[in-house]
């Protein structure tokens, strides 16, 4: 697929100095209302507490208008009151005085995992203890994420111009090999043959 190309004098391209303005006036207008809008919820909280500091010590609220009627205001808190601690048990509201909803689904979860973990834990037991013997160094080294050395560091740099299986194997190992090759060669020589027919 091809790439978009805008040219540069277009007036939606991206990267013009008008759109690239407009963008940040945007983002700023954006933050200022955010900034507003946290301001107002700040006021109507610290109101909120103030009027249930106040409540609470026994002073008549101080009200903005002077014709709202505190009964029905008080009707109305009180039934939210009652309905909110009737709707939420004591275990939802935090230490700090936070009220979290999810708290009973937080907990279930929480437990769920911690069950299904536990289960994994069992089965990768009972599968290591039936493949011990076959996966043993892969559990000893883990997975490997990077190549070994020994495969890092190519033929040609080793002075005897061994690949990296070669340099694994043992000495002994190294000898049978030799002494087998010998063997192959010796067999299959046409100078051997040719000796053979004229003795």
């Given at each position: 697929?091809?790439k978009?190309?805008?040219?540069?004098?277009k007036?939606?391209?991206?990267?013009?100095?008008?759109?690239?303005?407009?963008?940040?006036?945007?983002?700023?207008?954006?933050?200022?209302?955010?900034?507003?809008?946290?301001?107002?919820?700040?006021?109507?909280?610290?109101?909120?507490?103030?009027?249930?500091?106040?409540?609470?010590?026994?002073q008549?609220?101080?009200?903005?208008?002077?014709?709202?009627?505190?009964?029905?205001?008080e009707?109305?808190?009180?039934?939210?009151?009652?309905?909110?601690?009737?709707?939420?048990?004591?275990?939802?509201?935090?230490?700090?005085?936070?009220?979290?909803?999810?708290?009973?689904?937080?907990?279930?979860?929480?437990?769920?995992?911690a069950?299904?973990?536990?289960?994994?834990?069992?089965?990768?037991?009972?599968?290591?203890?039936?493949?011990?013997?076959?996966?043993?160094?892969?559990?000893?080294?883990?997975?490997?994420?990077?190549?070994?050395?020994?495969?890092?560091?190519?033929?040609?740099?080793?002075?005897?111009?061994?690949?990296?299986?070669?340099?694994?194997?043992?000495?002994?190992?190294?000898?049978?090999?030799?002494?087998?090759?010998?063997?192959?060669?010796?067999?299959?020589?046409?100078?051997?043959?040719?000796?053979?027919?004229?003795?």
């Amino acid at each position: 697929m091809g790439k978009l190309n805008i040219a540069h004098h277009k007036s939606y391209h991206p990267y013009r100095r008008d759109n690239i303005e407009k963008v940040r006036q945007d983002e700023e207008e954006a933050r200022l209302k955010e900034e507003r809008e946290e301001g107002r919820m700040r006021m109507a909280d610290a109101e909120a507490r103030i009027d249930l500091l106040r409540q609470r010590a026994g002073q008549k609220k101080s009200r903005k208008k002077a014709d709202e009627d505190d009964i029905s205001f008080e009707a109305i808190r009180a039934a939210a009151s009652t309905s909110s601690e009737a709707a939420l048990p004591d275990s939802l509201q935090t230490p700090e005085g936070h009220i979290n909803l999810f708290a009973p689904l937080e907990a279930a979860a929480a437990s769920q995992a911690a069950e299904t973990a536990l289960a994994l834990v069992r089965e990768h037991a009972k599968q290591h203890s039936i493949d011990k013997g076959k996966c043993k160094a892969k559990d000893e080294d883990g997975f490997r994420l990077a190549p070994s050395k020994l495969d890092l560091t190519p033929w040609y740099v080793d002075a005897e111009l061994r690949s990296a299986k070669e340099r694994e194997q043992g000495q002994h190992e190294r000898e049978a090999r030799r002494a087998k090759d010998l063997h192959l060669k010796a067999d299959w020589d046409p100078m051997k043959a040719v000796e053979e027919q004229l003795a």
